[in-house]
């Protein structure tokens, strides 16, 4: 579809289904991706921490671009993420991944390098990209991945579609000053949506929007608009289910998604699927929320 430009904007990461031959089933994907066309969501983003991107080849992560974009790519905004520190490398996917259906490609910021290597990655990719670029910051460590003037910088090259924030949102407050008002600017967990709002954010990418995704364009519909006080119940419900959730990883996430319905939803080995116990105390919970009859 064309890209969406009007305000607020909700994505969600799409979780990889497994058959069990812990094979990717693009059957169950194509499923699972019918199941979310009603929900007010506006895109989803492929190829995650929550789709499990460390256990996927790169030849399976280009089949999931194709599968959901047929499914969905004239209604919904595909996001493919990649994640590698080579500029040469991350152009060649972007490339496939485009011309698979992906109609932006999220590049997460290198970590562990500095940040005059920072500004040189993205000024080599962002030229050479084929489709617009989200910037995400997503760091497995406490400290940030770059400058908030750095990736200030980065937001401010060509061909940068938005960003995607971390989990510090005190950093992130440092960020908002420096990325351009006219670009997205999205929080990224279901416990930050109103704060994400209050910094300055304008849309969400997060997992709790496959869980909950009326909730999490609500909160974030409100948030936009302002109206803070009629968004901090549902916002204490969304927080109360990603801490629940969470607990577990994508193997939360995805117990609470098979719940919901959702096909094919076991961590791929080794990852353990969640206790008994969990799955009890997640189904009461999803009742309570009043997300499963």
Known sequence: MAILDKDPIVVAPTPTPFDTEDRV????????????????LSGFVLGTINGEENALSEDEKAAIVKTVAEVAGSE?????????????????????????????????????????????YFGNVLP???????????????????????????????????YVTDHDIRFESWVRPNVPESLKFWTCNGSLLLPGMLIGANGAMMWLGNVAPELAVDIVKLGHQGK???????????????????????????AALELLGWEGMRPRSPEPIVPYEFRVLLDMELRDAGLLG
């Open 76 to 120: 919904r905004m595909i996001i493919a993420g990649i994640d590698n520190p080579s500029p040469s490398d991350t152009v060649r996917q972007a490339t496939r991944f485009t011309e698979l259906g992906a109609d932006l490609i999220r590049v997460r910021i290198p970590r562990d390098v500095e940040p005059g290597e920072v500004i040189s």
């Open 228 to 254: 803070f006080n009629p968004a901090r119940e549902k916002q204490a419900l969304a927080s109360r289910l990603d801490h629940l959730i969470i607990q577990h990883g994508v193997a939360g996430v995805k």
């Open 128 to 162: 050479r990209s084929p489709s617009p670029v989200v910037v995400i910051h997503q760091t497995p460590t406490k400290a940030p991945a770059a400058p908030a003037e750095v990736i200030g910088a980065i937001c401010q090259m060509d061909n940068v579609y938005g």
């Open 25 to 40: 089933d693009h059957g169950m994907l194509a499923r699972n991706i019918e199941r979310l066309m009603p929900s007010p």
